[in-house]
């Protein structure tokens, strides 16, 4: 080994040592770290379906108790004896829930079948881990896939009948088990943590924040959900503690109190997502609370395994004490277990006194209260809702009172220690630190938990803003449904009224940044708060307002970039506000101003800044390079907000920057191109010009044979726009033709003919000048509209691009292979939109409108940064997905807490029928529904149909199906673009819905079509495909297919809409027998002639040739 070898084996060592010495620290830290709260939900007694609503709840020292429910199926007048029997129940009141039953199945993507199986202390737990989720400023979504955790709290309530008597339909026991509840949540949300369901009767959502609190602590996660859940489905707890003699008559925990005559039971469910406090700071979360140490651990043999063990809750007590670092006297409050029985409460006020009272100062005793003196006692929820109570204290400095403790329970020496009972609220005390309070709960089980929860340190002084955002500033809502996306937005305007300090960027940066997506979308353009809650308030009541965009996504977008030709520049321009706006558009100007130098004697910035010393616009050299310019910059401007295209297309000049945008030309060669080419036309200026055709529905164009050598088709931009070029006398005198027949005639900004025969006395010039440009195969497609199809990039040579200035531009060909390529947005990047009717009109006829957006970048000649939003937000609102952060620059917003997602819920509840083990349903249909079989002769239909109306048929039929198998009321609820499977579909349920098909169709699909296809309009086009074509996708004789045709049409067998299907039909097959033609024999088309026909004109042209008329 050489010296310099051994030097480097020696470095690598000391390296290796000093990276094993820093994970070791670092494991130290991770261990020792504290464990934030950063999110909360949660559901109790008395409306408090939120921390902020269980706070008020508290603070005001209400009472949630109430008569027991009589929406749950319970036998009320067996459990009171008001038959003249003796009473079950010896108390007739307790802590419930508003709404158990009530949830939002769809939203989870659960089957109304599954969702009525499914107890609802699992239902619970999903809404309120959302919650907690969001409120902490995260997408639950972004969660998927992370190593985050759940730990639950829950046992049996007796929810639904035994599982020897549930339906068919496998859904009893995993609705009903606890084990599962944690998985479902985990499930649910994608997470791949620990999953942990911890049943230790009362304390159990307690130790469930414990588990976690240590396996976040131990690395075993990144985050934790922890919390637990109790919904009463059945009386049992009440008459079994009533043989007891535990329960308060009149259904109160009266803790710590000389009144105190038993417990009342409750029910509730808390959720709370924690985080190590190094990393919640790193990720910028608002820290509600810190975790400093927490505890377990077992009363073992002792005087009973129900009864409560004193020197076993000080054993705990000291322990989470030790864990926290801190001492007795460290500790200001204490929520108590406090369940109001004579026997507990002396038992635990003694522990307290032990551990916290000794040695503390008169002036600063521990104060001693109880949320089950406002809600009752919850159960495994108990545990989570006192610690939730505890932090909401801690943050608001406010020790509130303990009900029904005027006078404390003389079982207690309180004068022994500094212990106090809270009988009235107070202040919390001054101390100098950070305010403390710990957290008991005791189980019946004999385990017991203690934690320690700390004021929140203040955060890091937060960095100067470099501006508040000027101008509009986006804020996005979306939801499931259109009801929920409405009162969103309605809950949204109630927040912002009782907000008047939030600032609009910080309103939209969260909005951005801290929710889920979903299908149903709106934008709110706001710039300032009045601007805003008048935009709220009219979308919520379903009225039009400015700056408000609507609509609803598609599954699988895929967005076009569409690139114009000259017309869309217009005579006057000034972006300089998009310029000075967006780095990245100025950025990408000056890059394209650095490539057109050698050809240009003129500064592309100053005619983009409308200067009155700018170039002239109508100079073909000009506006040429200009446009390419602009065009190139918003596409960029586009990319750097996240928005990458699948596809481009160029109309005209256009496909040079498509060309460009798509790889297959770099900016110097695509630069050449445009500068040459626009050079090249100028002695054409003068000698023709250009004149756009829009019709009306049925109307035709006139017809260019009395100009025959003098005008020819130049584009076809949609089924209604025609674009002739030719000499300036003949365009005039086509304008005043149609204006004669009433054809709408405009002229187009063109000083010259192009593709037409005027352009060929270029060819050579061209081609010599373009000599130099080498494509490539590019990164994006291409679709040409020079051949009106997707083309390979390196054959965009010199001689292509003589193509693309002589052709016919057919752009309708082009964007209708893109439409059949499945391209659902199209954005035109142009200073103002020119081609969008020609698009929506070439997609409606391709495929319908549904599921279409055709955008502008911008509107007008002074395009600036509120109209690229604008059409950022009508991107998104359709299902393209904008990088939003990038919107708010570097404006450092902040995130606020807004309100959580609006569950739209409807009630699914099972009620154990006395004697029977069966069941009542609600919300949904009876659990062995099989899919219903269709009529006889309902598909036979299908032939006489046209093919948009054939797919929506069979589409009715697979959403009825569907329904069935999910339990969905009607196929209405069945939305046509969800997967199967994300809608609550099961391996049972695809089994169940291909018989149903198979017995529909007399098909014979495969177990896995559902997964196969796995949306409704999937599977239905599938259908459709093997219904037309049994045997093949092409018909074994396309002439006998042909002779059917003539047929039908000879004995007028068609109506109006299906001679129109195959008037279309026919016009695409002459084009593509004309090009294949014009291809053999190396001349143009015909199908350009028979573009403009009648559809009659065409069925009465095929009668005429086959003989028939």
């Known amino acids: 080994m050489t010296t310099d070898d051994a030097r480097l084996v020696a470095a690598l060592r000391t390296a290796m040592k000093e990276n094993a010495r820093l994970r070791e620290e670092l494991d130290r830290s991770t261990e020792t770290d504290p464990v934030a709260i950063v999110g909360m939900g949660c559901r109790f007694p008395g409306g408090a379906d939120s921390p902020e609503d269980l706070w008020r709840l508290v603070d005001e020292g209400r009472d949630a108790v109430r008569p027991f429910p009589t929406d749950r199926g319970w036998d009320l007048g067996d459990l009171l004896g008001d038959d003249g029997r003796e009473p079950r129940s010896s108390t007739g009141q307790g802590g419930f829930l508003d709404r158990p039953a009530a949830f939002d199945a769809e939203f989870f993507g659960v089957s109304p079948r599954e969702a009525v199986a499914t107890d609802p202390q699992q239902r619970l737990l999903l809404e309120t881990s959302w919650e907690a989720v969001e409120r902490a400023g995260i997408d639950p979504h972004s969660l998927a896939g992370s190593e985050t955790g759940v730990f639950v709290g829950t046992m049996p309530q007796e929810y639904g009948p035994r599982l020897v008597d549930a339906s068919d339909d496998g859904f009893a026991l995993t609705g009903t088990l606890p084990s599962v509840a944690s998985g479902r949540v985990s499930y649910t949300l994608g997470l791949t943590g620990p999953g942990v369901t911890v049943d230790t009767a009362c304390s159990s959502s307690l130790v469930a924040v414990h588990q976690a609190v240590q396996a976040l602590r131990a690395g075993e996660c990144s985050l934790a959900l922890a919390g637990g859940s109790c919904v009463m489905a059945a009386p049992g707890v009440f008459t079994e503690f009533s043989r007891q003699g535990g329960l308060a008559p009149d259904g109160r925990c009266k803790a710590f109190s000389a009144d105190a005559d038993g417990t009342g039971w409750a029910e509730g469910t808390g959720m709370i997502l924690l985080e190590r406090l190094s990393d919640a700071r790193r990720n910028g979360r608002t820290v509600l609370a810190v975790v400093r140490g927490s505890a377990v651990n077992q009363d073992g043999a002792s005087n009973g395994i129900m009864a409560p063990n004193g020197p076993s809750q000080q054993r705990v007590i000291s322990r989470a004490l030790d864990d926290a670092g801190l001492g007795p006297g460290d500790v200001d409050l204490v929520e108590a277990h406090g369940t109001g029985t004579r026997l507990g409460d002396p038992i635990e006020a003694q522990a307290l006194i032990a551990v916290y009272g000794r040695g503390r100062p008169q002036d600063r005793p521990l104060w001693l209260g109880s949320l089950k003196s406002n809600i009752g006692h919850a159960q495994t929820a108990a545990g989570i809702g006192g610690l939730i109570k505890a932090v909401m204290a801690l943050r608001h400095g406010v020790l509130p009172r303990t009900l029904h403790a005027d006078e404390p329970t003389p079982l207690v020496d309180w004068s022994e220690g500094g212990v106090r009972l809270l009988a009235e609220p107070r202040p919390w005390p001054e101390t100098g630190r950070p305010r403390r309070a710990g957290v008991s709960s005791f189980g019946m089980s004999g385990t017991n938990s203690h934690v320690i929860v700390e004021q929140a340190p203040e955060p890091s002084p937060a960095e100067e803003r470099e501006s508040r955002v000027t101008g509009s500033v986006p804020w996005v809502l979306s939801a499931r449904t259109e009801a929920a996306l409405r009162e969103q937005a309605s809950r949204l305007a109630e927040w912002l009224r009782n907000s008047p300090g939030a600032a609009p960027e910080d309103v939209g940066w969260s909005l951005a940044t801290a929710r889920s997506r979903f299908p149903q979308r709106a934008v709110l353009l706001t710039d300032d708060r009045e601007g805003a809650l008048a935009a709220l308030d009219a979308f919520a009541a379903q009225r039009s307002a400015p700056g408000v ?511 129109a299907s195959v008037a279309e039909g026919l016009r695409e097959l002459l084009d593509a027998l004309g090009e294949r033609a014009a291809r053999d024999a190396g001349t143009s088309t015909e199908a350009e002639e028979l573009e403009g026909a009648k559809d009659d004109d065409l069925i009465a042209l095929i009668g005429k040739e086959f003989g028939i008329s």
Not at 662 to 672: H, N, T, V
Not at 963 to 990: C, I, K, N, Y
């Open 549 to 1059: 965009l609507r609509g609803q996504s598609v599954a699988e977008p895929r967005t076009a970039f569409v690139f114009p030709g000259q017309g869309a520049l217009g005579e006057h321009l000034d972006l300089g506000a998009l310029l000075d706006a967006h780095p990245g558009f100025a950025e990408s100007v000056h890059e394209c101003e650095k490539a057109l130098a050698p050809y240009l004697d003129w500064s592309v910035t100053a005619a983009l800044r409308g200067q009155a010393d700018a170039a002239d616009l109508a100079r073909p050299d000009v506006a040429q390079p200009l446009l390419f310019t602009v065009m190139v910059s918003l596409a960029r401007l586009w990319r750097s907000h996240g928005v990458e295209p699948s596809a481009v297309v160029g109309h005209s000049q256009g496909e040079i920057a498509a060309a460009y945008v798509a790889g297959i030309l770099s900016l110097e060669d695509a630069a050449a191109v445009v500068a040459l080419r626009s050079r090249l036309v100028l002695p054409l200026v003068g000698g023709g010009g250009m004149l756009a055709l829009q019709l009306r529905p049925g109307q035709e164009p006139p017809s260019l044979v009395d100009w025959k050598g003098r005008l020819d088709v130049a584009a076809h931009n949609g089924p209604s726009t025609v674009v002739v070029a030719g000499e300036n006398d003949a365009l005039g005198e086509l304008a005043e033709r149609c204006a004669d027949e009433g054809v709408f005639a405009f002229p187009v900004a063109a000083d010259f003919a192009a593709h037409s025969p005027q352009v060929d006395v270029l060819r050579d010039e061209l081609l010599t000048a373009l000599d130099g440009v080498r494509p490539g195969p590019g990164r994006i497609p291409l679709y040409s509209t020079v051949d009106g199809a997707r083309i390979d990039g390196a054959a965009m040579d010199a001689e292509y691009w003589y193509r693309n200035i002589r052709r016919t531009v057919r752009f309708e060909t082009a964007v209708r292979a893109m439409a059949d390529d499945d391209v659902t947005t199209f954005v035109e990047m142009g200073p103002r939109p020119v081609l969008t009717v020609g698009i929506q009109q070439t997609v409606e006829s391709a495929r319908g409108s549904a599921g279409t957006a055709v955008l502008g970048s911008l509107h007008g000649e002074g395009g600036g940064p509120r109209e690229f939003l604008t059409a950022l937000g009508e991107a998104w609102v359709c299902g393209t997905e904008p990088d939003w952060a990038s919107v708010f620059g570097s404006h450092a917003p902040r995130t606020v807490d807004l309100p959580t997602y609006p569950f739209q819920r409807q009630v699914y509840w099972l009620d154990p029928v006395a004697g029977t083990g069966g069941t009542t349903v609600a919300a949904a249909p009876g659990a062995g529904d099989e899919p219903a079989v269709a009529e006889p002769g309902r598909l036979a239909v299908l032939a006489g149909m046209p093919p948009r109306r054939r797919e929506e048929a069979v589409l009715d039929l697979v959403r009825e199906q569907v329904a069935a198998v999910l339990g969905h009321p009607s196929a209405g609820q069945v939305d046509a673009e969800r997967g199967f499977v994300d809608a609550g579909g099961t391996s049972l349920g695809a089994v169940r819905l291909r018989n149903g098909l198979n017995a529909a169709t007399g098909l014979d699909l495969p177990v896995t079509v559902a997964f196969d296809h796995p949306t409704p309009l999937a599977l239905a086009r599938h259908l459709l495909s093997l219904l037309d074509a049994p045997d093949g996708d092409v018909p074994a004789d396309p002439v006998a297919a042909l002779d059917r045709l003539r047929s039908a049409v000879a004995y007028g067998a068609l109506d109006a809409s299906q001679r």
